[in-house]
C-alpha cells in the first residue's frame, strides 16, 4: 500500500470517529433535554396533587366562591392533561406550548384564588391553608429552576446542533432544534409594568 492510501485511510478513520463522537454528542445533548423535561414534570405533578388539597381547605371558608374554586380545579385538570401530552413527547414543540398555555391559565386561576382568600382572614389564618400556600410557593419555585435546566440544556443542544462542523452530522440524523419553554406567549404580558401614584 502507498502513502497515499493510507494516509487517506487515515483521515477517513479520523472523520469516521468524528462523525461518531459528534453524534454521541447530540444524542447525550437531546437526551440532557430529556431529562430535564422529566424534573419539571416531577415538580408539575406536586403541584397538581397539592392544589385538591388546598381548594378543599379553601372551599369549607369560601361556600359561596364555588366558581373560583372549580374554575381552579378545571384549570388544574386542563394543566395535568397538557402536561402528560408533553411528558410523553418532551421534544414536541406543540405538546410544550399547550402545557405553557394551560399552566398560565392555571397560574391565573390560583392568582384568583389567593386574591379571594385574602378576603378571608379565617381562611388566611387557617394553619393547613397557610403549609399548602407555602408547599405551592416552594413547589413554583422548584419549577421555576428546572425551567431554567431545560432551557440550558436546549441551549447548549441547539448550539452544537447549529455549529460547523456538527451541523454536518445534526442534519444527516435530523436533530432538528428544540424549542425553549417561555414564561409568556403574550406580547402583552412582555410589556413593564406601568405603576402610577
Known amino acids: 500500500m502507498s502513502a497515499t492510501l493510507w494516509v487517506l485511510l487515515a483521515v477517513g478513520l479520523a472523520l469516521v ?9 447530540l444524542v447525550r445533548l437531546k437526551n440532557a433535554i430529556a431529562n430535564a423535561f422529566g424534573q419539571i414534570d416531577v415538580q408539575l405533578k406536586r403541584r397538581y396533587d397539592l392544589i385538591p388539597n388546598l381548594v378543599e381547605v379553601a372551599r369549607k371558608y369560601l361556600a359561596h366562591e364555588a366558581q373560583t374554586l372549580e374554575a381552579v380545579i378545571a384549570a ?5 392533561s397538557a402536561e402528560q401530552g408533553a411528558a410523553a413527547s418532551p421534544l414536541n414543540a406543540g405538546a ?57 440544556h436546549v441551549l447548549e443542544f441547539n448550539d452544537a446542533a447549529a455549529q460547523f462542523p456538527t451541523l454536518i452530522v445534526a442534519r444527516l440524523f435530523n436533530f432538528s432544534t428544540q424549542s425553549m419553554l417561555e414564561s409568556t406567549s403574550s406580547e402583552v404580558e412582555r410589556q413593564p409594568v406601568k405603576v402610577a401614584f
Do not use: C, H
Request: glycine residues 10%; proline residues 1%.
Open 96 to 152: 410544550l406550548g399547550a402545557l405553557a398555555g394551560a399552566e398560565q391559565l392555571l397560574g391565573g386561576a390560583l392568582g384568583r384564588l389567593f386574591a379571594v382568600a385574602e378576603a378571608y382572614p379565617d381562611l388566611k389564618a387557617d394553619q393547613t391553608m397557610r403549609e399548602l400556600s407555602e408547599e405551592l410557593s416552594s413547589t413554583e419555585n422548584r419549577i421555576g429552576f428546572a425551567r431554567q435546566a431545560y432551557n440550558d
Open 17 to 25: 470517529f468524528w462523525a461518531v463522537g459528534a453524534y454521541n454528542r
Open 76 to 80: 388544574r385538570n386542563q394543566a395535568r
